[in-house]
Every structure is written in C-alpha cells, then in structure tokens.
C-alpha cells in the first residue's frame, strides 16, 4: 500500500505568516491528493481536492501544489481562525490513505 | 442541505459487537459512493471502508478486513457499519462521509458528526 507522509507534525508561526505543509507519497498518485482542515472538537473539512483546486468557499489564502509524490499546502498569509490539523489524503485507490496530520497553532 | 447522522456507537466489551447507522438526507444517496473513517482519541484519521453505489463493491482498511461489514439500504438512505469482534485499538470516534462526485475515487466532502465506540471491560 501507498504511504502518506506529512512534514512537520506540527508547527507555530505568527498571523500573517506563510506556511507550508509538505505530503509525500510512497509511490506516484497522479494529482489524487485532497488536503482537509480538522479545527479543534470539529468535523473535517475538505480545503483542497486535485491537488490544486479549492473546494468551494475555501478562502483564497490557501493553495494547494504537486504531483505524483510531493505536494504541498501553503497558507500565504496565517489567520488565528486557521488554527488546526491539516491532513492530506490520497485517493487514487484504495486504500483511501491520510497523512498523519500537521498540527498548525498561532504562535 | 446534506446531511449525514450517525448512530449506534456506545460503549462494548472486547470481542462485543456493534452496528453503527448513519442517515443520509439532502443528496441522492444512491448516486453516491460512501465510506466510513475513524479518529481514535488524540489520534489523526483513518480511513476504514468504503462502499459502491449499489453496494456491490466494498473496500477494507486491513486493520478491519474480516471483522467490519459496511452496507446501505438505498430505499432507506442509510449507510451501516456492522462491527464484530472488537478490540480497545477499535475505539474512536467513527464518521461516516460522502464522496464528492460519482465514482469511488474521489475525496470526501461531506461529514457526519460522528459516533463515539469504545471498547472496554
């Protein structure tokens, strides 16, 4: 099966920061990647899908890049209400792998 | 409005049983694959099944092929998640999702509140 590995675990940075989030693939998926937002005590959230398209109502600060085994997410500029776990997912096939997730807080 | 409730989870000793529901309104359940991820406490999401539009096709995390069934009734709009032989490593918060177009391999883009499981003595 296809591994899915984010960097860094975590990370703090100050509003208004970029930040980016990096997934790797253990094999090449194409642009089969999804990024989600999981806030704190919520429901996941799909951001990003194709690698690169934003979901519907996402704000225009996030974006998505990559292809086959690396991709990134950016936040071009760190809102306190961004705070949360980011996961990347395949979906090429199954099985329908997450990252093991990036934990993003105001520092 | 989509909409997907979950219910069933509760707590279960190990080897117990359980089966999980979840409601779908606000879609055309039928046309839609449908899967079922879990978050144990503190943990990040896994995904564990995932099922065909008519049910014919259904897909596995290795952690619960064998002992998981995933099925829908799509005159009901309900998903199921049967659960047998449980262990304390199955305790999580189960969710169950939507595809975001036709087919299987697709993101998800809808989520249900989620069903707490634990499993304990």
């Known amino acids: 099966d296809i591994q899915m590995t984010q960097s860094p675990s975590s990370l703090s940075a100050s509003v208004g920061d970029r930040i980016t989030i990096t997934c790797r693939a253990s094999?090449?998926?194409?642009?089969?990647l999804a990024w989600y937002q999981q806030k704190p005590r919520k429901v996941p959230k799909l951001l990003i899908y194709?690698?690169?398209t934003l979901q519907s109502g996402v704000p225009s600060r996030f974006s998505g890049s990559g292809s086959e085994t690396d991709f990134t997410l950016t936040i071009s500029s760190l809102q306190p209400e961004d705070v949360a776990t980011y996961y990347c997912q395949k979906y090429n096939s199954a099985p329908w792998t997450f990252g093991q997730g990036t934990k993003v807080e105001i520092k | 409005e989509v909409q997907l409730l979950e219910s069933g989870g509760g707590l279960v000793q190990p080897g117990g049983s359980l089966r999980l529901s979840c409601a779908a309104s606000?879609?055309?359940?039928?046309?839609?694959?449908v899967s079922w991820v879990r978050q144990a406490p503190g943990k990040g999401l896994e995904w564990v099944a995932t099922i065909s539009t008519s049910g014919t096709s259904t897909y596995y995390a290795d952690s619960v092929k064998g002992r998981f069934t995933i099925s829908r009734d799509n005159s009901k709009n309900t998903l199921y998640l049967q659960m047998n032989s449980l262990r304390a490593v199955d305790t999580a918060v189960y969710y169950c999702a939507k595809v975001f177009r036709s087919g299987y391999y697709c993101p998800f883009d809808y989520w249900g509140q989620g069903a707490p499981v634990t499993v304990s003595s």
């Open positions: 194709a690698a690169s």
């Open positions: 606000g879609f055309t359940f039928s046309s839609y694959a």
């Open positions: 094999q090449g998926i194409s642009n089969f």
